[in-house]
Nanobody, 115 residues
C-alpha cells in the first residue's frame, strides 16, 4: 500500500470555493485512474469524481457542474476544484489511485461548509 497525501481542506461559507490537491508517487500516478471520494457525517463513502489515466473524467450527479477534477502530470498531482459549495458537501475527502491491480488511499482532508 502507498499512502497518498491530500491537502486543501478547510472551512468555507456556502457558495464559496476550495481546491483540494493529492500528490502520489510517480509510478503510481502515471498508471492509475485518480479519484476523489468523500464521507460525510453519518453517511456512506461516496465516489465524487474520477480522472482516468487516459484523460476522461466522470462525476457524481451531486457535484456535476460544480466540481472539476484535473491532473498535473508534471507534478504527479490530482486536483478537485470545488465551486458553489453547499452544506451537504461537508465531508472528509479522500484521494484514491486505482492502478487496476491495486488501490491506494490517502488519509483524507476535511471540508466543512457552514455559515
Amino acid at each position: 500500500q502507498v499512502q497518498l497525501v491530500e491537502s486543501g481542506g478547510g472551512l468555507v461559507q456556502p457558495g464559496g470555493s476550495l481546491r483540494l490537491s493529492c500528490a502520489a508517487p510517480a509510478a503510481i500516478f502515471r498508471s492509475s485512474n485518480m479519484g476523489w471520494y468523500r464521507q460525510g457525517p453519518g453517511k456512506q463513502r461516496e465516489l465524487v469524481a474520477i480522472s482516468a489515466v487516459g484523460g476522461s473524467t466522470n462525476y457524481a450527479d451531486s457535484v456535476k457542474g460544480r466540481f472539476t477534477i484535473s491532473r498535473d502530470n508534471a507534478k504527479n498531482t490530482v486536483y478537485l476544484q470545488m465551486n458553489s459549495l453547499e452544506p451537504e458537501d461537508t465531508a472528509v475527502y479522500l484521494c484514491n489511485a486505482d492502478g487496476f491491480r491495486a488501490m491506494y488511499w490517502g488519509s483524507g482532508t476535511l471540508v466543512t461548509v457552514s455559515s
